[in-house]
């Protein structure tokens, strides 16, 4: 099974910031990954695809980046709406998640 | 406009069973594969199980494997997740999620709103 490892668990940031979240997976998935947003009570978000392609309505501010086993999810001026916790999940072979970032509130 | 409207979620037993429905609308159900991802309180997303678009192929998480079966309706654009054996571990929200494509092996671009399971005495 492929492992998918975030870092870091909790993120402290302030609006304007320029934040950045990191995805490792065991084996390489190509650029088979997603990225996701989720507030406390709500669905998962999609966010990214493909690695970098950006989900239609989703703010330019979001950017993913990385191939093989090593992706970046970065937030380039971070807005109140982005206090939330970040998934990655690669989808190489069946679904695995990574265990989430929170970014909240410095 | 795409929508996922699990239900079936409860209170349980251990050892008990329950089927969860994932009730889908605005897009053509039969031409993708559809996923159930679980959430623990306090958790992190666990991946369950997946069915490609025409119900030929089915794929499990090793937590979920011999205990819970996944399935489907087109014609009643309905998923469905039978569960039996039921744990405290398997005390959690269970969302539905539309793939993009028709196989397994693609991401995701609509989720429902989930619905809580809890196996307690």
């Known amino acids: 099974d492929i492992q998918m490892t975030q870092s870091p668990s909790t993120l402290s940031a302030s609006v304007g910031d320029r934040v950045t979240i990191t995805c490792r997976a065991s084996?390489?998935?190509?650029?088979?990954l997603a990225w996701y947003q989720q507030k406390p009570g709500k669905a998962p978000k999609p966010l990214i695809y493909?690695?970098?392609s950006l989900e239609g309505g989703v703010p330019s501010r979001f950017s993913g980046s990385g191939s093989g086993t090593e992706f970046t999810l970065t937030i380039s001026s971070l807005q109140p709406d982005d206090f939330a916790t970040y998934y990655c999940q690669q989808y190489n072979s069946f679904w695995t998640f990574g265990q989430g970032t929170k970014v909240e509130i410095k | 406009e795409v929508q996922l409207v699990e239900s079936g979620g409860g209170l349980v037993q251990p050892g008990g069973s329950l089927r969860l429905s994932c009730s889908a609308s605005g897009f053509t159900f039969s031409s993708y594969a559809m996923h159930w991802v679980r959430q623990a309180p306090g958790k992190g997303l666990q991946y369950v199980s997946t069915i490609n678009s025409n119900g030929g192929k089915t794929y499990y998480a090793d937590s979920a494997k011999g205990r819970f079966t996944i399935s489907r309706d087109n014609s009643r654009s309905t998923l469905y997740l039978q569960m039996s054996s039921l744990r405290a571990e398997d005390t959690a929200v269970y969302y539905c999620?539309?793939?993009?494509?028709?196989?397994?092996?693609?991401?995701?671009?609509?989720w429902g709103q989930g619905t809580l399971v809890t196996v307690s005495s």
């Open positions: 493909k690695a970098s």
């Open positions: 084996q390489s998935i190509s650029t088979w």
């Open positions: 999620a539309k793939g993009t494509q028709s196989y397994s092996d693609s991401a995701s671009d609509y």
